[in-house]
């Protein structure tokens, strides 16, 4: 099982953005995806899940109007999208597999993509 | 919305044991994940919501939960335990990842 990211991103304040994250070595379709943000020197904080089968999602307040998420079974790639980026967007993205193991918990991380906004 | 409170830091000499906390509301009740990520790195599991370790996490690492703490401990440190931690629930109603605020684990 692996979640494979793309390559780190340096963008301008305003451009538009997408990350991906491709999962391999099992079904796509049967394990939410979720979205972590690490901003530098801090936490982790949880931007939302995907259920990429129907795409269901569930985003974070707190993100929820600035990010988009997607999955294209076709080729079991996550995506993270942003429309118009800000220079507070300057972080390592994560995305991660969740299961159930008592409750939903991250059994895989992705190798994390850094983006820097300037 | 539910909070998770971890201490930012906790210190100890090699070979003895660390013990990082986890607080929440009656989280006694709740699946408790456990990450670690060193320096530069992903995150990685280390005890999973049913108590369980990961291949090639060594059993010195363990857990317990009750009341309003949950506790990751951490017996014979050595420097390559050195890491941030982070604990982790489910939020059953809101259907939200909880994620505690981390402890930065330095080993003397």
């Known amino acids: 099982v692996q979640l494979v990211q793309s390559g780190a991103e340096v963008k301008k304040f305003g451009e538009s953005l997408r990350i991906s994250c491709k999962a391999s070595?099992?079904?796509?379709?049967?394990?939410?995806i979720a979205w972590v943000r690490q901003m530098p020197g801090k936490g982790l904080e949880w931007m939302g899940i995907i259920w990429p089968s129907d795409s269901d999602i569930r985003y974070n307040p707190s993100f929820q109007d600035h990010v988009i998420f997607s999955a294209d079974k076709s080729t079991s790639t996550a995506y993270l999208q942003w429309r118009s980026l800000r220079a507070s967007d300057s972080a390592v993205y994560y995305c991660?597999?969740?299961?159930?193991?008592?409750?939903?918990?991250?059994?895989?991380w992705g190798q994390g993509t850094t983006v820097t906004v300037s | 919305s539910y909070v998770l409170t971890q201490p930012p830091s906790v210190s100890v000499a090699p070979g003895q044991t660390a013990t990082l906390s986890c607080g929440g509301s009656?989280?006694?009740?709740?699946?408790v994940h456990w990450y670690q990520q060193k320096a530069g790195q992903a995150p990685v599991v280390v005890v999973n919501g049913e108590n369980d370790r990961p291949p090639g996490i060594p059993d010195r690492f363990f857990v317990s939960n009750s009341g309003n703490t949950a506790t990751l401990t951490i017996s014979r440190v050595d420097a390559g335990d050195e890491a941030d931690y982070f604990c982790?629930?489910?939020?059953?109603?809101?259907?939200?990842?909880?994620f505690g605020g981390g402890t930065k684990l330095t080993v003397l």
């Open positions: 991660a597999r969740l299961v159930v193991r008592g409750d939903l918990g991250v059994d895989v």
């Open positions: 009656n989280i006694g009740r709740k699946s």
């Open positions: 982790q629930v489910w939020d059953t109603t809101r259907h939200h990842v909880i």
């Open positions: 070595g099992y079904s796509f379709t049967n394990y939410w």
